[in-house]
Nanobody, 126 residues
Framework: QVQLVESGGGLVQPGGSLRLSCVAS????????VGWFRQAPGKEREFVAT????????YYRDSVQGRFAISRDNAKSIVYLQMNNLKPEDTAVYYC???????????????????WGQGTQVTVSS
């Protein structure tokens, strides 16, 4: 059974940092792009960042560009999301998911992804 599990969320003050992890079991992540998404209360789930299977390409939503960094360790089947200079508007449940296509170009649209994790809560508040 394929499962992605997120961790690393928590409560942080504005300007603080967190590193989220996405660990896969039952799937060799090294052949798939992996994306991070988030959903705030009362809002739709949105794209945050994605990284290609070989780490050569990464995309970010405009509001996190320069503050967040996505990376991966294929040997450990882990994808990270380093979040710096966090803002209250970053508060949301963060999810990771794997692209449906093997060795494809990373995509930003939600229907392109599967094997969603259960999410990890990130709260940015003073």
């Amino acid at each position: 059974q394929v499962q992605l599990v997120e961790s690393g969320g928590g409560l942080v003050q504005p300007g603080g940092s967190l590193r989220l992890s996405c660990v896969a079991s039952g799937l060799n992540l090294d052949s798939y792009a992996v994306g991070w998404f988030r959903q705030a209360p009362g809002k739709e789930r949105e794209f945050v960042a994605t990284i290609s299977w070989n780490s050569l390409t990464a995309y970010y939503r405009d509001s996190v560009q320069g503050r967040f960094a996505i990376s991966r360790d294929n040997a450990k089947s882990i994808v990270y999301l380093q979040m710096n200079n966090l803002k209250p508007e970053d508060t949301a449940v963060y999810y990771c998911a794997s692209d449906r296509l093997r060795m494809g170009v990373p995509r930003r649209n939600i229907p392109s992804y599967e094997n969603w994790g259960q999410g990890t809560q990130v709260t940015v508040s003073s």
